[in-house]
């Protein structure tokens, strides 16, 4: 599958069939610690669709262009981090710069962004599937959807089970992890719609 | 010990799980004509499991049992193959009840239908025992009454459900009372209707749920089948095949894991579960689709909740 519409289906599969959280299980921390309230979830939801579109992109330039000429795609890891950390720390400074309320709204999230495993994932499966330039924005652009899907879902959950009366054994972390895997399981209905690499 | 149980007797009373559980009995009989004796060896282990399960439980948290258990324990036992291996059924309905419920704390708690969920986790988890091993129903007098399972060299690989994705046609009529292959208790069209529309003129389900998600299905379905894409099912027929009539009023209308407190969400959440019920079908790999549809809208249930109180809000904040 290689057509021209090869990097919608992969923009749907990064949501759906292979959601980075759901299927991949990447991004966990800030999904289990920031997912206690829905507007922050919302925040951090947006800045990570946004981190993961973009960073992937540029990932994808300087693997391309500067890496893999030089031959040094051994040091990807390296480079990928650096690449992210520089980048979220640039919007940080243009943010505060242009958007006062924005910033202060985005709060910690940013800079949290930085560690988030699923935007450096991201980055290493384009590697590994061997996406094209569009493509590979596709994908970034649907994992971090997917992402905020599952964030913005399990938001609204931990608000309902504010009335629930969850064992002491289970609070927090525990039940949190229960329920995403109920998620999970859900989430293996979309399994098999679409396949890619 | 004998006045503490007269003081609180062991199983809470609640009308609208009753109205439930009466409304399935015609569908539990029916199982029985239709796969013999068997299935209600299967309605017996399964329902003894998930009391006890629930039972464990609620000693712990000094609860009663709910009968809301009954529901459960029963659509998942009918939701199951004839051929179901008991053990697989029980697993089934202790993780439903366990991790679909009472880690919640019982019942009202629930974010997700426990008996779909139960359903989903033995499907996911030994699929070939599940879905590769119906037979074919008995017909005339007296029926699966005087049997304990149909002949099992009437052992067909498919169901109506996949065998019309298959490009086979099938008299409506078998779809419609039932004489189908397919699981205990969701063969039979005609009576899930009737039962399912009492619970709706009763109002113990809700009818812009059920009236949404059929709205939800049939016109992505329609949509598909004439588009023409390969291995789509005729959307009148889908409508009658596998568990979605069944499904689509009994576990969609939970009225604890569905969309609660606002009549526009009812309508998203009913929508969402027959949309998700035609793009599965469509094109995932599980011909069962409904029970994944449902809990992803069960999902963004809270999310859809909360979204319309907040809309709702903030008109009434506009207007004063």
Redesign the interface.
Known sequence: MNGPLFPLAVFFAAIFTSNILLTNFLGMCSFLSVSRE?KTSAGLGTAVTFVMATTTVLNWLVYHYILLPLELDYLRFIVFIVVIAAFVQLVEMVIERVSEGLYAALGIFLPLITVNCAILGVSLFMVIRDYDLLSSFTFGLGSGLGWFLAI??M???R???A?????KG?EGAG?TL??T???A??????????NIG | MADKAKKRPLVMKQKIMAQVVYALIPLVVASIYFFGWRSLAVLAVVNLAGFLSEYVFARVYKQQVSSAVFVTTTLFALSMPPTVPLWIAAVGIVFGVVFGKMVFGGFGRNIFNPALSGRAFVYVSFGYPLTSSFIEPVSGFPGGFARWLPELDSLTKATPLIRLSGGQDLPFMDLFLGSTSGSLGETSALLIIITGVILLILKTASYRIVLACFIGYLVPQTAFFFIGLSGVLHPFYGLFAGSLLFAFFYMATDPISSSQTTNKGRWVYGLLVGVLTSLIRTFSSWPEAVTFAILLANMFAPLLDYAFKQAAAKKKAAAT
Do not use: D, N, T
């Open positions: 829905i913005m879902a938001a609204g959950i608000q309902k089970l009335k629930a009366r969850v064992p289970l039940i229960i329920i895997g109920m998620m399981l859900a989430f293996m209905g979309f399994s098999g719609m679409i």
